[in-house]
């Protein structure tokens, strides 16, 4: 029996060591990317290359704020990406929960037809919505960087991983509810929602990032530096002749891949989950 337990232990570390080894060619980047945030401009071009700087540049995380305005345009960043999943909440789950368990004619009709939105990539849209935006006189603003992910590809993403949760919904459950006196929206509220929780923490993730990544549609709509977003605010890292202040961008990249990291590192299993149960019923 204690061979047996040796055996097995030997087996786990032997697991843990291949998947430390493979890993690494995954977190080697992020490694890079932090080390030389902390180095000078010669040192992260120097050769052969070294992942320790020699010296500790912490002077590059306070220079990022004053090459430009960093920090209103990290705080855009994230309020945007929280009205954008807020939103995407609000208007996918009563989607989703409406193709799931309100059969009316053209159900499935009008699902495919919302499906088939996301053959058509964002740069076949843009200009389309480019010109809608300044009719309305929205360029320059934040609205289309909330509106657009709302209600396009990323909202209809979302609406079809919850009406996939929605599907596996006990009808038992809402009969019950029903013959208790609520309405359809007092099932949707007090008794669907809530067993959905996993499905829609797992959409405000996926959403979230998908929000703080964009990069087209801010480099379309907004020109101002102030209202820049992360992405654009990294690029802009450059001299006058637009080539990359390497040791900033770095530094910046490092700061603006911590709130991701740490949501991905908190709700993996989520996000995990939300793609297995999808696939399960529909």
């Known amino acids: 029996m204690r061979r047996d337990r040796e ?27 932090a080390s030389g945030s902390l180095k000078t401009p010669a040192e992260i071009f120097a050769f052969p290359p070294t992942l320790i700087p020699d010296r500790w540049n912490w002077q590059n995380f306070i220079e990022i704020f004053r090459y430009q305005p960093f920090a209103r345009q990290y705080a855009n960043s994230l309020y945007i990406a929280a009205l954008v999943t807020l939103g995407t909440l609000c208007v996918s789950a009563p989607a989703g929960y409406a193709f799931a368990r309100i059969r009316f004619r053209g159900n499935t009709v009008l699902f495919l037809l919302l499906l088939t939105t996301l053959m058509m990539p964002a ?19 934040h609205v289309p960087l909330i509106l657009l992910p709302i209600l396009g590809a990323n909202g209809v993403v979302s609406t ?60 379309v709509f907004i020109n101002d530096l102030r209202l820049f977003t992360l992405p654009l605010a990294i690029n802009n890292f450059a001299d006058a002749y637009g080539v990359p202040v390497w040791h900033l961008q770095l530094a910046a990249t490092t700061l603006s891949v911590l709130p991701v990291l740490a949501v991905y590192v908190l709700a993996q299993r989520r996000i995990v989950d939300s793609f297995v149960l999808s696939g399960m019923k529909g």
């Open 7 to 33: 055996t097995a232990w030997l087996r786990r570390g032997a697991w843990y060591v291949a998947l430390i080894i493979l890993s690494l060619p995954f977190v080697f980047p992020f490694l890079w990317m």
């Open 160 to 219: 079809f991983l919850i009406r996939q949760f929605f599907l596996s919904f006990p009808q038992e459950l809402e009969d019950a509810a029903m013959i208790d006196g609520l309405g359809r929206f007092g099932v949707f509220w007090h008794v669907a929602v809530p067993l959905v929780k996993p499905a829609l923490g797992a959409v405000s993730i996926l959403t979230f990032l998908y929000s703080w990544n964009l990069f087209l549609e801010p480099l």
């Open 123 to 141: 740069e076949v849209t843009i200009i389309p919505n480019f010109l809608f935006m300044k009719l309305l006189g929205l360029i320059n603003t």
